[in-house]
């Protein structure tokens, strides 16, 4: 008669893990134990996320939306995700990303042309008015944008999006502005694309700006990418045709002018949509998608945490008053994120 030792007992047939560890020994058993329980802790698809009813409905809503069987199941070529950009996937104080490549350029045209200087926005920035800045909101952004480009290429622009924007540093998290991404908003992307969506970008900031930093920063290509546009005209220097900016806005992609810009760019209602509270420019691509024929998520950011990030509100708490009325889910930075940015 065999006498087997402790860790040597035939495990039944049907579980391959104790299988394995059975002919290991103790330690092969231990071992596997350890890569059991790591493989637990990484399919958890959003770790920087408090196991709050916030992460469980997002979890749950992509569960559903990719059961093939199921009533709310999205077929893969609708699963559309749009993001706002400012304030949903990065911070957007002290100032938003898209003006850091062109700061410089602001000042200097000042220098050359004062007029440039006149709108709200531009004095607000060149005075360090940050709450002037911020009141200005998306309109005021693209003013400046207007300025800095005004009868430059959009060669010359782009140029210098990627590099200043590694090489700034933002005051509050001692990061490059190219890494102070939001890493949860980061695992979301990540977990939405492995389930067959395709994520974009809908931003008030400048198109070519936003496009010259999506891919890199979100994983978004270019392509991707939705935005205000200040228009350009065709001319020729050195022999070479080339587009340069006219200093005029073309579109304000902000508010109402998403769901329009969204339409042009796609042709369809996203299924998932990301916005934050601050500005109310998001709550109307967030109620286009809620109409649509079929399932859908909205997300809000609240920015409730002056410690880790940012606290601010819009006076009349519109877009969280909104959210309350249909049924989007809010997320508190405070109550609802482990960690804030990461590289």
């Not at 860790?7 to 890569?35: D, E, K």
């Not at 410089?104 to 045209?109: C, G, L, P, Q």
């Not at 004095?123 to 480009?149: F, P, R, S, V, W």
């Not at 945490?305 to 249909?326: F, I, M, P, W």
Request: with cysteine; net charge negative; glycine share 8%.
């Amino acid at each position: 008669m065999t006498i087997h030792q402790p860790w040597q007992v035939r495990w039944p047939p049907c579980n391959p893990v104790i299988q394995s560890a059975s002919r290991a020994g103790l330690g092969g058993f231990l071992a596997i134990l350890l890569l059991t329980a790591n493989a637990l802790a990484q399919a958890d698809p959003l770790p920087s996320w408090n196991d709050s009813p916030t992460k469980q409905a997002i979890v749950a809503f992509v569960a559903r939306a990719t059961q093939s069987d199921g009533p709310d199941f999205v077929p893969e070529k609708e699963r559309v995700a749009v993001f706002d950009m400012d304030g949903t996937l990065v911070p957007e104080r002290p100032i938003p990303i898209a003006l850091v490549p062109v700061l410089a350029d602001i000042k200097e045209a000042v220098a050359r042309n004062p007029l440039l200087g006149d709108p709200p926005a531009v004095a607000a920035l060149l005075k360090g008015d940050d709450a002037a800045l911020h009141a200005a909101g998306e309109q005021g952004i693209n003013d400046l944008i207007a300025a800095a480009t005004d009868g430059r290429t959009t060669k010359d622009i782009v140029r210098n999006v990627g590099p200043l924007t590694a090489q700034a540093s933002h005051p509050k998290f001692g990061l490059t502005y190219a890494k102070a991404v939001y890493q949860p908003m980061r695992e979301l992307l990540a977990d939405l694309e492995a389930h067959g969506f395709r994520n974009w970008i809908c931003s008030g900031s400048p198109v070519l700006i936003t496009r010259a930093l999506s891919e890199q920063m979100f994983g978004i290509p270019p392509e991707r990418v939705i935005g205000s546009h200040v228009t350009t005209k065709l001319e020729e220097r050195d022999g070479r045709t080339v587009l340069v900016f006219d200093g005029r806005i073309g579109h304000l992609n902000d508010g109402a002018g998403k769901p329009v810009a969204i339409n042009l760019a796609l042709g369809t209602r996203p299924v998932f949509v990301a916005g934050n509270e601050g500005g109310r420019g998001d709550i109307a691509m967030m109620r286009w998608s809620k109409d649509r024929q079929g399932p859908s998520f909205h997300l809000l950011i609240d920015h409730d945490d002056g410690e880790r990030e940012y606290a601010y509100e819009e006076s009349d708490d519109y877009s969280l008053k909104v959210a309350q009325t249909y049924g989007f889910q809010v997320v508190s930075i405070k109550q609802d994120w482990k960690t804030i940015v990461g590289p």
